[in-house]
């Protein structure tokens, strides 16, 4: 983690303190746009050992610091490989844009404009949580965040433990571990926790994934006795059977030949740039498809950590009102008042958009 760095202008701080209030406070932030920044309730100085250090988390409120890093990193992932959360992401990012220059330019809409504008908003979140199909798109970015976050983020992690944690914390929102639940009662707790990165990462990319994810589902368990030995297979071989090119799976979101080749001048694709970067700069095939099934392990280091991970979100926010870089280098202040205007702007876009009525 790079030097904290020092409170700004009061301006700023504001901005860092209403920003971190949005991220801290709603559970959808991190899905509807994974803007490469965590709210971290924890100060930041007791926090600095377990990034600078990658020492173990010492107790449960070090497990969900570490989680939330790992949370937010994994849904970026996901919209760095999964084609249609990319451009869902885009999608949302596009409309909230536009609805935050609107605010600013403080032009009338037309009679029925804005109720319009924020109705077509609503159907694309909807295809976000339409189980119409079994489960939603979003139990499948929670269940790969979950499983993958909660186990790299925890000291001895073990598929038990992990569960246990994920119950007890998503106490209120069992439908977040729905998924989860069912391949537990069809495969066990072991192999369930080992099948469910990978299902979710293949699931997420195919055009249709709720679609996909039953139909894999139904194969799985109508041959529950393959099940390990599809585990045992390498990333490449399990996608292979998972009836996907190898080749076109191991790609990032912006090099699918459906990509839109004005892509590289979109705000939301050059906000994502760096992680772009990082995922299509893996020496092969076989190495991409590993950090697509486990982004938390993606990392130069010999032991994988929330922080060195590829994905690693870039922005910490922390319940003091300090702010670091989480990756390694000098932080930089100027760099991160620019992003927080910007990121401000589309949290301020999605909440009128948001709003039922004008």
Known sequence: MAALLQKGPDRLQLWIEQLGRRLHGSALHPLLLPLAAVH??????????????????????????????????????????????????????????????????????????????????????????????????????????????????????????????????????????????????????????????????????FPFPAIALNDLLKSLEGKRERVPDLLAMSAERFVGACRLDVLGAARSARQTPEADPSAELDPWTHALGSFFDRYEALDSDEARLQAMFHPMKATPETAPHPASSLFCPVWGLFSDGQVADLRPGPGNLSDFARWITSALDLSDGLAWLGEARR
């Open 40 to 205: 971290v309730d924890k100060p930041a100085g007791s926090f600095t050992d377990l990034m600078e250090a990658r020492a173990p988390p010492r107790d449960e409120d070090d497990v969900l610091a570490l989680y939330a890093i790992a949370r937010v990193g994994i849904h970026l992932a996901h919209a760095v490989t999964s084609p249609w959360y990319f451009s869902f992401t885009r999608e949302v990012a596009r409309r909230a844009r536009w609805a935050a220059l609107w605010q600013a330019s403080r032009k009338p809409l037309g009679e029925g404009e804005a109720a319009n504008v924020r109705s077509n908003f609503a159907e694309l979140v909807a295809t976000l949580f339409d189980a119409a199909e079994g489960f939603s798109v979003y139990e499948v970015l929670e269940t790969h965040a979950i499983v993958e976050g909660l186990q790299a983020s925890m000291a001895r992690p073990s598929a038990l433990a992990a569960y246990r944690f994920g119950v007890e914390l998503y106490r209120g929102s069992p439908q977040n571990l729905r998924l989860l639940s069912r391949l537990i009662e069809c495969f066990g707790i072991e192999i369930a926790m080992q099948l469910a990165p990978r299902l979710c990462a293949v699931t997420l990319k």
